[in-house]
């Protein structure tokens, strides 16, 4: 499995229905990467190989998906996107973080290991 575009729709049914719930509530099962990109943009297209990569990676222990803030403008203004690329980490405690910009493939891992999936191998 690779990355999974994500529609608003798609986020409210996968992540959080922000129309539904007040405060922040991750309906996933596993930790998620969320990319806010557009097709256009120089630097999504430098992190989009690397999110492919991490996809597989870590199959089955985290998931990571794609939403292009030009076609998903309502999710976009939700999360007030500014800049592109930005990312919404969500671990495996469900809390949501953000960062803009690209990071290189060791830092994506470094956050993965050491934030996203922390919590739930030390639970298991």
Do not use: H
């Amino acid at each position: 499995m690779a990355t999974v575009q994500l529609t608003t729709q798609g986020f409210k049914e996968k992540v959080f229905d922000y129309d539904t719930v007040a405060d922040w509530k991750f309906q996933g099962e596993l930790p998620a990467i969320i990319d806010f990109y557009a097709d256009w943009c120089g630097p999504c297209k430098m992190v989009a190989p690397i999110l492919e990569e991490l996809a597989v990676e870590y199959e089955g222990r985290i998931i990571i998906y794609k939403v292009n803030t030009d076609k998903e403008q309502e999710l976009s203004a939700v999360f007030g996107i500014q800049s592109i690329p930005t990312l919404l980490f969500i671990g495996a405690d469900g809390e949501p973080w953000m960062q803009p910009g690209v990071l290189p493939k060791f830092e994506f891992k470094k956050i993965i290991e050491q934030k996203m999936l922390q919590p739930a191998e030390k639970e298991a």
